[in-house]
């Protein structure tokens, strides 16, 4: 006979987070300290010093003492200790404590900060507050997730999905680490750019800056020059449409022509992947630029005068469809091959034309999927940071500007609010347009029934033009990278060609000394930051998105679409608008993280968590439902069903969720370059740096480097994934990356 | 150590459930379910007897009412906390498992230790006729094997009911005869409770001690295999299970339960099953029409197909089309021909009009 969880009187998990909860008041050091994963404060002070003692000892000594009420919860919680679950009383004393808890330390915790009061009106009520507090650190934090997991314990108690603890709390946690590290940062933004400069709140001021000339003017149609939004949105428009049109090239000559090397062209996909987004601009420069080889070449033979053609929009154009193509080819290609053969081959047998075929039947099913890669361009764009900070010379948009809002002499955060939320506006609507509008039209006919048709060949008259247009498009491709490596092993590019490896040695000699390896290349330090920062952010990618997937396709709950939404919202949030909303939010209490590492790592699991979330919903879907359902009659619980049937199931995706995070880490600039600090500096940023000293021949080796290193990555784990197929259900179930 | 049964009864009480806002896919169900008895489900797509296995199973939970295993109100409760497994239409077995793994999963769950996992698990796969293939890894079986080892699985536990969801439905039909055998005989030597949920009558007939047939979220009759075959409560049920000819007739007179019908002038004498004089419907099964009986209806051949072991006739007359099943393959009747159709002795039976 099984033994019924609902009767038990003692539950571990609940023990757990109790025993956690007051750890984390009488342990673990109440505030931040400098460096999180020193444990310096152990020996120093600990734990009477007020920078390290624990909620317990600052109370007991008489500080903080705003802290005490915690003290009521966390007995609350013990009375729920040796009751079943049935019991009204467990779920009511767990709802309670937790709710008063997490209540009361958020409220707190924007109430008092480092100059005490955070509002006059708190000030008028109490009087002045002679303390001041500091960020949240280890033991308000643990103390945080302790009153959380008891609160949605208490929820599951009283019934919520069957009473599945671990699906409440999976739901309880993504819900607020989303709203902490998506909403709030955004929400924070927002109301900076209504801030005055005295700190007081004016529409006026919202007004003045949205209204400016500068974002919105419109004077390049007599030949001045407009406003940085409509450059943007010009820009986005016309790499949408071009790289959607290119993408659909190439999935056509893969999927519909005799072409023999598709391998090779799908190969092209990856390159996005692993190439940090700026390092196209630099190769254009080394091929266009002033003293660029062609520039070169053509004002040597032919006597035209090189010029600064390249910088403004079109080398931003040329640079993101270079950049960006490859992303239309990766969602068009299952788009052009989801297209069921079957109907094109009915149309066939009803005497259609090739031609008619392929203009009837074929580009009408193609066409949600069309509309969705120029979404994705025009997104991408949109949010690209790097190519405009390389090439744009004049032609400013939105996302340099408001970093220059921010870094610049100018320094103000109001501007660069107001920046940010009309890039929002702009990547929202295309987000928004792109789920409610196509979410719901898709044609592709994947249908579990076997498809056993061939797709037929491209029209004669179509086939030409685009194998002549993708060869060219590949060629150029090709000629790019090998720039990138070239440029990479020149002394100074236009002026001095010859060969060298000086570039490489600046940037990452060693020596081996008696103490060791000293690491005395320039580069090191932010490669080993980078690399740190990566694979600490990759699992923990991962884990948040599996554990998303999960709760979307495997469970029902109330609120779900909105939670979906929530969680793949900073897909379409601009790294630019996530940098600058996370200094806004985070360099003050009660979460006080700017110039760590800690921030770096939580901006790039959320802006990668979507690309998780993904990956996961697409290879639980192939897992049969049923599995999952009979693990449960056999009497294991949620958390064992996920950890023993569905993760091992999911092996590849896994890996494959991890291994591109952490690529997509090594490669992010965007919001990198708000984020980082003397100490905790990125391989990206530092190249960007470079750069912009005209040091091109070193960012152009720490590229390189870059994407060597990242290849092997992506190789290793296709190599690893290949072998991890388990049986035949999964040889279906393998994720491209 | 043998697997043992620990059989308990199921009992539905006013149970619905509503998918959504309005999809009723149970309307407010009553049923008993005896421990030891195999009781099939059966009912055409969408008849909602899926959702009442899986509501058994704490799958879904049900929006109003109450559900008993044994004396328990499981009704709140979820799949993991209720005693009840299930051999699932795809199978599920786990296919990062071996054979052996997917036997023992449910077995780690339920408080044994490794040893008596073991044998548990060996006696399992030796009971459906698998010993010795507990090292293999599910896709190295054929789909017959596949399906005895979901059934080894659900089977160790020793679950108050056991239940399966069209579990012959991926098997090709020779196979279907015998892991139906097996079951019914599984079950029999165990005395389990199993409900089985099928939409195929004659499987049905086969294997059950009683059927539910369903039909709109409802429950449309329940009774043994003969009850149900032979005396159908109404059209529906007798057109479901097995085909019946539904004619209409006329009650010219009841005498105690004995009722005289007419059908276009013929009469015949049959149980009145309590209706009363008036319009009526009589159902009869193919095989009880007697074809060039002495007295009968005459009727025309619109068609006679050969089918190998027997004739298969449509009949028509101005009052009915009728299909009939002839045994007789040597002298077939001919197209066109005239013959007097007779009702058999048992059988036929009388319905409430409409």
Redesign the interface.
């Known amino acids: 006979m099984r033994q019924l969880t609902s009767e038990r009187t003692t539950h571990p998990v609940l023990i757990f987070w109790i025993i956690v909860g007051w750890a984390g008041f009488l342990l673990l050091p109440w505030y931040g300290i400098e460096d999180f994963f020193t444990f310096e404060w152990l020996i120093d002070g600990y734990p009477f010093d007020e920078d390290y003692a624990p909620a317990g000892f600052l109370i007991a000594q008489g500080e903080k003492l705003w802290l005490a009420p915690l003290i009521i919860p966390l007995v609350l919680s013990l009375f729920a200790l040796g009751k079943p679950k049935t019991h009204p009383a467990f779920s009511r004393f767990l709802i309670l404590a937790g709710a008063l808890g997490f209540g009361w330390l958020i409220i707190q915790g924007f109430a008092i900060g480092i100059r005490g009061f955070n509002a006059d009106w708190l000030r008028a009520l109490f009087g002045d507050l002679d303390d001041r507090q500091f960020g949240m650190g280890y033991g308000a934090l643990i103390c945080a997730a302790s009153f959380l997991f008891l609160f949605t314990q208490g929820i599951a108690a009283r019934g919520a999905i069957n009473g599945d603890v671990f699906v409440v709390s999976s739901i309880g946690g993504i819900v607020v680490i989303v709203t902490a590290f998506v909403f709030f940062p955004i929400a924070k933004m927002l109301t900076a750019a209504f801030i005055t400069e005295d700190g007081g709140y004016s529409a006026e001021v919202f007004a003045s800056k949205f209204f400016d000339d500068r974002l919105w003017g419109l004077g390049c149609l007599s030949g001045a020059r407009c406003g940085v939004a409509w450059n943007s949105l010009f820009l986005a428009v016309l790499v949408g449409l071009i790289t959607t049109v290119l993408g659909l090239i190439f999935a056509l000559v893969v999927t519909r022509s005799g072409f023999r090397h598709k391998r090779a062209l799908r190969a092209l996909t990856v390159l996005p992947i692993i190439t940090p987004p700026f390092v196209i601009g630099l190769a254009l420069i080394l091929l266009f630029g002033l003293s660029g080889s062609v520039t070169v070449f053509f004002a040597d033979v032919i006597g035209i005068q090189p010029t600064r053609w390249l910088y403004g929009l079109p080398g931003v154009l040329i640079a993101q469809t270079l950049a960006f193509t490859p992303i239309a080819f990766l969602v068009l290609i299952g788009v052009v091959e989801g297209v069921s053969p079957s109907m094109e081959e009915a149309a066939q047998t009803l005497r259609a034309s090739k031609w008619q075929v392929f203009k009837t039947i074929s580009l009408p099913l193609m066409r949600p999927g069309l509309a969705n890669a120029f979404l994705l361009g025009f997104i991408e764009s949109m949010a690209d940071f790097g190519n405009p900070l390389v090439l744009g010379g004049n032609f400013d948009v939105l996302s340099t500007e408001i970093f220059f809002a921010i870094v610049g002499a100018q320094y103000d955060q109001g501007k660069a609010a107001v920046l940010a939320m009309v890039l929002l506006c702009f990547t929202l609507g295309a987000f928004y347009a792109q789920r409610f509008w196509l979410g719901k039209k898709s044609y592709t006919t994947v249908s579990g029934k076997g498809d056993s048709g061939v797709h037929p060949q491209m029209p004669r008259a179509l086939s030409i033009p685009v194998l002549a247009l993708a060869m060219l498009w590949a060629v150029f491709t090709m000629v790019v990278y090998a720039m990138i490596f070239y440029g990479s092993v020149v002394e100074l590019w236009g002026v001095n060609n010859t060969l060298t490896f000086k570039h490489y040695v600046t940037a990452f000699s060693f020596r081996i000394e008696e103490a060791g390896i000293r690491w005395s290349g320039a580069a090191w330090d932010s490669f080993w930051t980078t690399l740190k920062i990566a694979a600490t952010a990759a699992p923990l990618t991962a884990i948040v998105g599996l554990i998303t997937a999960y709760l979307l396709t495997r469970q029902t709950f109330a609120g779900k679409n909105a939670f979906e939404f929530g969680t793949m919202l900073s897909f379409a949030i601009p790294g630019t608008v996530i940098g600058v909303s996370y200094i806004l939010a985070f360099n003050v209490p009660p979460i006080e993280i700017t110039g760590t590492g800690i921030i770096l790592v939580v901006s790039f699991i959320f802006r990668n968590m979507p690309v998780g979330v993904r990956a996961g919903i697409a290879s639980m879907s192939q897992l049969d439902k049923s599995l999952d359902e009979s693990s449960l009659t056999l009497g294991a619980n949620s958390w064992q069903t996920f950890r023993r049937i569905i993760l091992p199931l999911l092996r590849p995706a896994i890996l494959a969720a991890l291994v591109y995070s952490f690529v997509r880490a090594m490669t992010a600039i965007s919001a990198v370059i708000f984020l980082v600090s003397a100490e905790y500096d990125m391989a990206t940023s530092y190249i960007i740096g470079r750069v912009e000293n005209n040091d091109y021949g070193l960012a152009i080796a720490y590229s390189t480097t870059l994407i060597f290193v990242m290849l092997a990555a992506v190789g290793a784990m296709q190599l690893i994934v290949g072998r991890t197929e388990i049986g035949r259900r999964m040889s279906q179930s393998r994720t491209n990356v | 150590m043998k697997i043992n049964s620990?059989a308990a009864p199921v009992s539905f009480r006013n149970v619905t459930k509503v998918y959504g806002k309005d999809v009723v896919a149970v309307d407010d169900i009553n049923l008993e379910i005896e421990a030891g008895k195999l009781v099939t489900l059966l009912g055409p797509s969408g008849c909602g007897k899926t959702t009442t296995l899986r509501m058994i199973?704490?799958?879904e939970?049900a929006t109003k009412g109450a559900i008993f295993i044994g004396d328990r109100d499981v009704t709140?409760?979820?799949?993991?906390?209720?005693?009840?497994?299930?051999v699932?239409?795809?199978y599920?077995l786990?296919?990062?498992m071996s054979v052996m793994e997917n036997v023992s999963?449910?077995l780690g769950?339920?408080?044994f230790d490794k040893s008596e996992t073991r044998d548990r698990a060996r006696q399992g796969l030796e009971l459906v006729g698998l010993k010795g293939y507990g090292g293999r890894?599910?896709?190295e079986l054929s789909g017959g094997q596949q399906q005895r080892v979901?059934v080894a699985?659900?089977l160790v536990?020793e679950p108050q009911v056991l239940?399966f969801d069209e579990p012959l439905s991926n098997l090709d039909a020779k196979l279907r005869r015998q892991v139906r055998e097996d079951i019914r005989e599984i079950q029999q030597n165990l005395g389990l409770t199993v409900v089985y949920v099928t939409h195929d009558q004659e499987e049905a007939l086969a294997v059950s001690d009683e059927i539910v047939v369903m039909r709109n979220a409802g429950i449309a009759q329940i009774g043994s295999p003969r009850d149900l075959y032979d005396a159908p409560a109404d059209r529906f049920v007798a057109d479901f299970i097995g085909e019946a000819n539904i004619i209409p007739c006329e009650i010219t007179s009841v005498d105690g339960d004995k009722a005289t019908i007419d059908i276009a002038g013929f009469h015949h004498s049959l149980p009145a099953r309590g209706l009363p004089v008036g319009a009526a419907q009589l159902a009869v099964r193919p095989t009880r029409l007697v074809l060039g009986a002495t007295e009968g209806l005459p009727m025309e051949v619109k068609k006679a197909t050969y089918v190998g072991s027997r004739m298969e006739y449509t009949l028509t007359a101005p009052f009915a089309t009728l299909f009939a099943v002839s045994e007789d393959v040597d002298t077939p009747l001919d197209v066109g021909a005239t013959v007097t159709v007779g009702l058999a002795r048992i059988g036929p039976v009388l319905l409430a009009a409409g």
């Open positions: 620990k199973a704490g799958l939970m709140l409760l979820p799949a993991t906390d209720r005693d009840v497994s299930m699932f239409q795809s599920a786990f296919p990062h999963y449910g769950f339920s408080g890894l599910p896709s979901a699985r659900a536990l239940l």
